[in-house]
């Protein structure tokens, strides 16, 4: 009988190993895709001419589905995101993602010879909340650390936060978020968050 | 009787730190960090027409039309009076590996950097350091104060303010005695810190719903950052 109970156990161990060993560990994830997104970014002709949707294309099918942009969400508008209905999370979801594309698009465009250092994840390996830090080097001025709130779910790592420099971008954003809902309510930022990313279109 | 005088104007400078700074908490509720937000944000508009409409493009046209090399040699003479300053603020704050790797930077690029006008230090991998009379003010434990938006130098706190006024009075420039040079290297140390903000602010524009908001944010959040050589407490991150 406990033969039996071991066998079975072994199975699901064996059953369920390739998994956790094909599983990357979050500072292993940013440093794969940034890199990624590095060698497309010197290399890809139409990136380098400055091409917006070849940017947008890159950053929607590299970057974005390592983003929890959820939970991103939800912890940019704090207390407010409780009070919103399951359709205004969802348009909120969506327009801030738009609008942190489009930033993104802006920052790459700035990207120049960079080099791009990553340090050695510091967490325990049972952790499912950490920060993973890297330093942009740029020649003649202090480095700038990008680092990244990532969060392990349902077997994946996925970034909520963006902090360059120590300026969080969901903290930057609380208050822009509880400002506009203070003004004209939840609907109100959505407005102004589908103006903004319409206003910038081309 | 003169250092006298001179003494009796940093005490008030001081106590009005000490004043002001009594209301506020490093990064709470926006009320209290910024209780002067009618006025910043006239300030800011006030801004946005002096630097937007004419400091700006200039800076702007400076940037497209000077040659990059002799962009590269202002912003390092101007970096390296900015080590000197970030070494002296290392010592005065007790952190002194930084103090040391600004002391070094100032020496190499001096000597082996044609006097600064050579960021060699920096090819040798010493790190610039950054700091200065606000966070020094910081560590000593001075509050922060109520937060500044002012026209043609952005936004800033009264400690920052008060630490910005010390760099400008023992400024290296200063001692120049030639007044038109000094005056001319003022206006070139200006438009070249100018310069430097130009590529985050495309940024802000891109990014932000409301752009008073967004900086205040981002720089209390920066200068926070900063004072902790980027190890805040938790407790002091959260409102």
Redesign the interface.
């Known amino acids: 009988m406990a033969n039996a109970v071991r066998i079975v156990l072994f199975a699901l161990a064996a059953a369920f190993a390739p998994h956790a060993l094909a599983q990357e560990a979050p500072d292993a994830l940013v440093k794969r895709v940034t890199q990624e997104v590095v060698t497309i970014i010197k290399s890809d002709p139409k990136v380098q001419a400055g091409d917006q949707a070849r940017i947008r294309e890159v950053i929607e099918s590299k970057l974005l589905p390592n983003f929890d942009f959820q939970r991103m969400t939800a912890l940019a508008m704090g207390r407010n995101w409780r009070t919103a209905t399951p359709e205004q999370q969802k348009a909120l979801v969506e327009q801030f993602r738009t609008l942190l594309v489009r930033t993104y698009s802006g920052a790459l465009n700035q990207y120049r010879d960079q080099t791009i250092d990553f340090k050695p994840l510091r967490a325990d390996a049972a952790a499912t909340d950490v920060v993973v830090k890297t330093e942009v080097v740029r020649a003649g001025q202090a480095p700038v650390q990008i680092d990244y709130g990532m969060e392990k779910k349902d077997g994946t790592w996925k970034a909520y936060d963006v902090i360059v420099g120590g300026v969080s971008l969901v903290t930057n954003y609380r208050d822009e978020f509880s400002q506009q809902v203070q003004a004209g309510g939840i609907d109100g930022l959505i407005k102004t968050l589908t103006t903004k990313n319409g206003g910038a279109a081309k | 009787m003169m250092r006298q005088g001179q003494i009796r104007r940093v005490l008030a400078a001081v106590a009005l730190v000490a004043a002001l700074g009594g209301c506020a908490t490093t990064n709470g509720p926006?009320s209290k960090v910024d209780p002067f937000e009618p006025w910043n944000r006239a300030m800011y508009d006030v801004n946005e027409v002096v630097d937007g409409k004419i400091f700006k493009p200039f800076v702007q046209a400076y940037v497209d039309y000077t040659p990059k090399p002799i962009q590269?040699v202002i912003?390092?003479f101007f970096?390296n009076i900015d080590d000197a300053f970030s070494a002296i603020n290392g010592l005065l704050s007790g952190k002194l590996d930084s103090a040391g790797n600004d002391m070094g930077r100032v020496i190499v690029n001096t000597l082996a950097g044609i006097g600064g006008l050579i960021?060699v230090a920096?090819?040798a991998g010493i790190?610039?350091?950054?700091l200065d009379f606000g966070l020094t003010f910081g560590t000593w434990g001075f509050p922060q104060g109520p937060y500044l938006f002012v026209p043609m130098i952005g936004p800033t706190t009264v400690r920052d303010g008060t630490g910005l006024g010390v760099r400008f009075y023992f400024s290296a420039v200063g001692y120049i005695p030639d007044v038109a040079t000094r005056n001319v290297l003022y206006g070139i140390g200006a438009v070249d810190l100018r310069a430097?903000a130009l590529?985050a602010e495309?940024?802000i524009d891109?990014?932000?719903?409301?752009r008073y908001?967004?900086i205040?944010?981002?720089y209390l959040?920066?200068r926070?950052?900063?004072l902790y050589d980027?190890k805040?407490p938790p407790e002091k991150?959260e409102e």
Do not use: C, I, W
């Open positions: 926006m590269m912003r390092n970096g960021d920096s090819d790190p610039k350091g950054n430097q590529g495309s940024l891109q990014a932000s719903l409301d908001t967004f205040r944010r981002a959040q920066r926070l950052y900063m980027g805040v991150e």
